[in-house]
């Protein structure tokens, strides 16, 4: 296969193909559209579209697809040949630049919370010419948006897109006012880290509850978890690593950066890193990486976990969203800079993204509300639910210095007048490394760290891009009309750091009293769930910034609360039916099977000899007796509960009765049933146990 600088990219319609297979002028326009967003005209698409076939055609592709993300969270495609009849009995592989810039799946089963009525089967997917085609298999996969024929985005990149696109325009705003006139283009990148677990395929099959809904849903703790911390960054096991080298080469093949494998703290959990890139190219790598992980695995034998919670009691996965934003020259505005002046922008830039992350605390939480994830935030594991950034105590220092217009460190002004004055110079605090803050500022960049496994990295990407779009707005519009451009700066800076310092924490955010303190006095919003996150979706302040911003329309939010109420009610509710299926008719007979022969036991004993006690026998049967009943009884409640949901009046309601009852009731069976399994004969237990899930790979 030669070097990995060899195929690297081998699969990728990259610049360097586009380069040696385009014209210059068809180049030249091409690149205009991928850098500035300039409309494609016709004949350059048909240029373009001929070149990616012939391409792809010689890869060993037969079909091309639209390739989008709707609101399942997942992605999609509905493949084409490029087939059409030649006129002598033959055919010749054709693709046209209007196939290429325009797609009509038929996408009526695609949710959409009522922004297409069913009838109105047709959306269209429309080409994005800013992340390149690939090839999967024998498909050339070409990255696409989807609309409703209505023009409403039905999917994730649409509004990522908008909202990088306003994130540059606000910034261009303030970086003009910092003198920075040549600058074109302002856009986010990110490095999102991928935590995952493998188990085997085998031991996968045992288990309903993995199959169905990608987690356990009972399970007694193991006698060893991950208390001994030996698997972190561990020596990584030969199962693992054959499939983590494959793993790179597909993913180097189509270009994604894959940088950095290690095991996590939990047995069998391992994550990914890749190098960080445009966000909207990180969203659709991300995309990918997941399918393909899960792919490789299934090769090896092992199955990929991406659910955030599949082990209860062992720590659960998720992925960090590391954000910065830089200039087209390259500049990283999340940098200190070494001038006073770079300094001022800088911290102009810090305010932003702490304004954002302050007024939009609710906004961020949504972003990563799933069903799967509210078994992650705030298990002292993961961070809280609660939103809070954590800066470092340089920095922080820094910021303080400027809010009381005292001295910072050796700086003996007693006035730091931003811009005019040396700004002190302070050190990129990369040492200090808080794990447990859900917003992290690490010396360059922000890690954002309250992500799930399996969430698309989009939404959380698309609240942050508009938020932060929203303070340089409010930055701007008030710079821009300031007599004393340095006054104003510093006053903002300093009203800035005054209003928001109350979500700036640099402490353990994993300890019990910080929940305390953030709610009770700092007032900060714990939204614990998903049911009880979502409504704010639609608060009027909300609603006002996302719109202003053009990053959705109202009806398109109103759409997303749906389905992302939907989508929680859905997984709980086959969850549900998962383990009252499992209780039934896997784990109760079990039991039953394995005291019914231990009463037997006794009573052999006793038949042989009256005198025998057999108080062992008498004990495992009595509590396993009760346990039956008690597994029956909670069984038969839980049903009882799924059934009362159709009485909801909206999904609003229904996600509050499964949030009160449903979860109460799965936690109350799972209890019961896991208490049996210790007290089981292993031999009887009908699935792998959590020792065998965790520990099985070799
Ligand atoms: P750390 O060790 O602080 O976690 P790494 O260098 O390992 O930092 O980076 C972690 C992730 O952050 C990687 O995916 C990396 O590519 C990404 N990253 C680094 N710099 C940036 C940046 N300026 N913008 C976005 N992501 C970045
Ligand atoms: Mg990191």
């Not at 990616?52 to 390739?67: F, L, Q």
């Amino acid at each position: 296969m030669g070097t990995v600088k060899d195929y690297f990219g081998s699969l990728v319609f990259d610049d360097r193909v586009m380069k040696a297979t385009l014209s210059d002028k068809v180049y030249a326009s091409l690149k205009k559209t991928i850098d500035e967003g300039t409309e494609l005209d016709i004949s350059v698409a048909n240029a373009v579209a001929t070149a990616m076939k012939d391409w792809a055609v010689s890869k060993g592709a037969t079909h091309y697809t639209h390739w989008f993300q709707p609101l399942t969270g997942i992605t999609a495609e509905k493949h084409d040949s490029f087939i059409a009849p030649s006129p002598d009995g033959g055919v010749i592989m054709e693709f046209s630049g209007k196939e290429l810039i325009k797609g009509e799946p038929d996408a009526s089963s695609f949710p959409s919370g009522g922004l297409r009525a069913t009838f109105e089967a047709r959306g269209y997917t429309a080409w994005d010419p800013t992340s390149y085609a690939f090839i999967k298999g024998k498909t050339l996969c070409i990255p696409t948006a989807f609309c409703s024929y209505g023009g409403h985005a039905l999917d994730k990149k649409t509004p990522l897109l908008r909202s990088m696109e306003a994130l540059n325009k606000q910034a261009l705003r303030i970086l003009r006012l910092f003198g920075n006139d040549s600058v074109k283009r302002v856009t986010s990148s990110v490095g999102p880290e991928q935590e995952y677990f493998l188990i085997t395929k085998e031991m996968y099959d045992q288990r309903p509850d993995l199959r169905f809904t990608g987690r356990t849903l009972f399970g007694a703790k193991p006698p060893k978890g991950q208390e001994m911390d030996d698997h972190y960054f561990g020596v990584i096991k030969p199962r693992v690593a054959a499939f983590m080298e494959e793993l790179n080469d597909e993913l180097w093949k189509l270009g994604i950066l894959a940088k950095t494998e290690h095991n996590e703290v939990a047995p069998a959990q391992h994550e990914l890193a890749p190098i960080y890139t445009t966000t909207n190219i990180a969203t659709d790598h991300n995309q990918l990486t997941m399918e393909i992980m899960q792919k490789v695995a299934a090769k090896h034998g092992l199955v990929c976990l991406l659910h955030e919670k599949p082990f209860a009691g062992v720590n659960g996965s998720g992925k960090h969203n590391n954000w910065s934003i830089a200039t087209d020259a390259g500049q990283n505005l999340l940098s200190p800079g070494a001038t006073p002046y770079e300094n001022a922008q800088f911290l102009l830039f810090l305010c932003a993204v702490i304004k954002a992350v302050d007024d939009y605390q609710d906004l961020l939480r949504i972003s990563v509300a799933t069903a799967g994830n509210d078994h992650r935030l705030g298990a002292n594991e993961a961070p809280p639910a609660v939103v809070s950034i954590f800066l470092g105590d340089e920095l922080n220092a820094v910021l303080e210095a400027i809010e009381t217009d005292t001295p910072y460190k050796g700086v003996e002004k007693t006035q730091m007048k931003l811009g005019v004055d040396a700004l002190p110079k302070f050190n990129r605090d990369t040492t200090d490394r808080n794990r447990t803050s859900p917003f992290a500022f690490t010396g360059n960049k922000f890690e954002f760290r309250m992500l799930g496994s399996s969430n698309s990295i989009a939404c959380a990407n698309i609240m942050l891009n508009s938020a932060v779009a929203e303070s340089l707005k409010i930055y701007a519009d008030r710079l821009e009309g300031a007599q004393d451009f340095e006054t104003a700066l510093h006053e903002m800076i300093q009203k800035t750091i005054k209003d928001h310092k109350h979500i700036i924490f640099n402490g353990n955010g994993y300890d019990e009293s910080w929940i305390k303190e953030a709610t009770e006095k700092r007032s900060l919003l714990n939204y614990r769930t998903t049911a009880d996150c979502m409504p704010h979706l639609l608060d009027k302040k909300n609603v006002e910034m996302l719109t202003a911003h053009g990053v959705f329309t109202e009806a398109e939010l109103g759409s997303r609360y749906e389905i992302m109420l939907e989508n929680y009610c859905k997984t709980i509710v086959i969850e549900a039916n998962t383990m009252v299926d499992m209780a039934k008719t896997q784990i109760a007979p079990a039991i039953e099977a394995y005291t019914s022969d231990v009463a037997k036991a006794a009573a052999a004993k006793k038949a042989l000899d009256s005198a025998l006690a057999c108080s062992y026998e008498t004990g495992v049967v009595r509590k396993l007796s009760a346990l039956t009943d008690r597994i029956a009884t909670k069984s038969e409640e839980l049903e009882a509960a799924l059934i009362s949901l159709d009485d909801a009046e909206d999904i609003g309601a229904e996600s509050v009765m499964i949030r009160d009852t449903v979860l109460c009731l799965m936690g109350e069976l799972r209890v019961a049933c896991d208490e049996a399994e210790t007290l089981t004969a292993k031999t009887y237990w009908p699935m792998p146990t959590y020792a065998d899930l965790l520990f099985g790979v070799k």
